[in-house]
């Protein structure tokens, strides 16, 4: 059963930064495969954040977040980081780590982005105060 765990969440200052994880296991191929952040904000819908293919590294990023938000990932621990810095009050959201099943990324920023993606972690909160 594939498991994906986010740690990393927390309370900080706009400004501030803070660095997600999410590690992946159990009868998962992480390879070869598209992992991604999303963030969901009481009242809104869940948004793509970023994405990488673990397969090669190719990174993906929603416009609001570019140039603030780097998504890496340690093959070696199937493990994908969320750095972000520069943070903002209107990034506040449970944060969500998440896996397809396949080696493609749709559009980071695209609506609905969320449906493609199989495997869903339990989400960490992140709490950014003006």
């Known amino acids: 059963q594939v498991q994906l765990v986010e740690s990393g969440g927390g309370s900080v200052q706009a400004g501030g930064s803070l660095r997600l994880s999410c590690a992946a296991s159990g009868g998962f191929t992480y390879s070869s495969r598209c992992m991604g952040w999303f963030r969901q904000a009481p009242g809104k819908e869940r948004e793509g954040v970023a994405a990488i293919l673990t397969g090669g590294g190719s990174t993906y990023y929603a416009d609001s977040v570019k140039d603030r938000f780097t998504i890496s990932q340690d093959t070696g621990k199937n493990t994908v980081y969320l750095q972000m810095n520069t943070l903002k009050p209107e990034d506040t959201a449970m944060y969500y780590c998440?896996?397809?099943?396949?080696?493609?990324?749709?559009?980071?920023?695209?609506?609905?982005?969320?449906?493609?993606?199989?495997?869903w972690g339990q989400g960490t909160q992140v709490t950014v105060s003006s």
């Open positions: 998440a896996a397809r099943v396949t080696n493609y990324c749709p559009r980071t920023g695209a609506p609905g982005v969320a449906q493609w993606f199989a495997y």
